[in-house]
């Protein structure tokens, strides 16, 4: 047992054991045995106390311990959190950015492709017209040669080469 707690055992058995002053609450105590008691009773609590101290300082260090190391804790968990989310959020943006530029191209693709088939198209619409141009004439040279040997007067035609298309160069060339 505590030696302070037995200090207080025999206290408390010491007004146990007092005789009552008669027709009041008061007590008789010996006052030597008070005195000596409470003397033990102060040589006693330092070392209590201390030791009392001592204990709540461990404990106040255990708990500031165990504070710091759940606030470390804590920052590496939201570190972590943080680095995720933002790992996270780096792949979602690559992703959007895939997208964008896939679109794009494919947009840019749609569009080379219909230019290249309008500029296919309008090639082939000179040469279809400059084929029916050569064939008109073709036609018109055949006419007067067998208008010529029919009646032998027939006029030649004053143009038998067909005119140049619009743009064309100097050998009859489109550029």
């Known amino acids: 047992m505590d030696p302070l707690m037995a200090l207080v055992d025999r206290l408390e058995a010491l007004v146990a054991d007092a005789g009552h002053v008669p027709l009041t609450n008061r007590l008789i105590i010996d006052e030597d045995r008070i005195l000596s008691l409470?003397?033990?009773?102060?040589r006693n609590i330092?070392?209590?106390v201390q030791?009392?101290?001592?204990?709540?300082?461990?404990?106040?260090?255990?708990?500031?311990?165990?504070?710091?190391?759940?606030d470390r804790i804590v920052r590496e968990a939201?570190?972590?959190?943080?680095?995720?989310?933002?790992?996270?959020s780096i792949a979602q943006r690559a992703m959007e950015e895939a997208s964008r530029i896939q679109a794009e191209a494919k947009a840019v693709a749609r569009e080379m492709r219909e230019a290249a088939r309008?500029?296919?198209?309008?090639?082939?619409?000179?040469v279809e017209a400059n084929l029916q141009k050569a064939l008109q004439v073709v036609r018109d040279g055949r006419g007067q040669l067998d208008g010529g040997a029919k009646g032998g007067d027939a006029k030649a035609p004053a143009a038998a080469v067909?005119?140049?298309p619009h743009g064309a160069g100097p050998a009859g060339r489109s550029r």
């Open 38 to 42: 409470l003397e033990e009773l102060r």
């Open 46 to 48: 330092p070392s209590s």
């Open 51 to 70: 030791q009392a101290e001592r204990v709540a300082r461990e404990r106040d260090r255990i708990l500031s311990q165990a504070r710091e190391e759940a």
């Open 78 to 88: 939201r570190a972590y959190a943080e680095q995720l989310v933002k790992e996270s």
């Open 118 to 126: 309008q500029y296919a198209d309008d090639v082939l619409a000179k």
């Open 162 to 164: 067909p005119p140049k």
